[in-house]
């Protein structure tokens, strides 16, 4: 057992919950936190609009209710796109604010995505020429800073997310935003499954950059599925809808050496487990199973 002291929650996005159009079918959230909490999970994230109530009296009763502690929300932002800068950052500091409302501690930003990069997602060059060019890092880094500062005057601390068919996935990429972003405002969140979708090592990641991270998501990856997905060119929307994520220890990461690194490096935030899934899409999805599964992973893992 790896001793190391955190708490363990989940996210709506291991029950099929997404921010992207037509990602799948959409439990009822009142569903979704039932079934966090009878697989043993202490906290979720906001999930994506819209999907938990946006009264604040009644989501704080939905969680009260069921004692799940609200630990953060994913957010991501336009990075590639400095036209719509502005609304980036309203949107952005509008979640941090409901989160400091509800006494969540982080906001996770990750650039957002685009066809462009689906469709190299687990294979962007590493010769920069399908990233952002020197003007755009200059801007995007400035945005996370700008952002992760006016955050931190409400009490949030933020993490940034790197994420498959985004503009910060590959390897190269997270070094560049983690070196050219301010580290006492910009932290990491360590997501193990993308980093591995993007061709990542997240064990290393995580001795490398450990006292960054502020924030993980634990997932599982099938390096099967991975693969096959990357020779035929699918795309990460559709590698998920084949079932590239899998409950944690079903899969091929290195996912112990990671929590070795993280409890080394003094890590004492909040461990979320995830899945990706696309409900009615991804085959044998059964979120109520798979996140029990995780949960005893991290229980035999950690002592959780």
Partial sequence: MIDIGIKVATAPISWGACEIPGWGDLLPYERVLDEMVASGYA???????????????????ALTSRDLALV????????????????????????????????APVLVLAADGDARRDAIAGRV??????????????????????IARNAAELGVRTAFHPHAASYVEAPHEIERLLVATDPTLVGLCLDTGHVGYGGGDPAALARAHGRRVRHVHLKDLHRTVHASAIARGVGFRDAVGEGVFAPLGDGDLDLCGTLVALRDSGFDG???????????????????????????????????
């Fill in 72 to 103: 953060g929300a994913f957010h991501p932002i336009p990075l590639h796109d400095p036209e719509r800068r502005r609304e980036a950052t309203s949107a952005a500091l509008a979640t941090a604010r409901r989160l400091a409302e509800l006494g």
């Fill in 43 to 61: 906290g979720t994230e906001l999930g994506p609009p819209g999907f938990l109530p946006e009264d604040r009296d009644a989501l704080q009763a």
């Fill in 270 to 304: 909040w461990l979320v487990v995830e899945q990706d899934v696309r409900l009615g899409i991804t085959p044998g999805a059964a979120p109520l199973d798979d996140a029990c599964r995780s949960h005893a992973f991290v229980r035999e893992a950690i002592g959780a």
């Fill in 125 to 146: 060059p590493a010769d920069g020429s399908a990233s952002l060019d020197e003007d755009g890092w200059e801007y995007a880094c400035t945005l996370v800073d700008r």
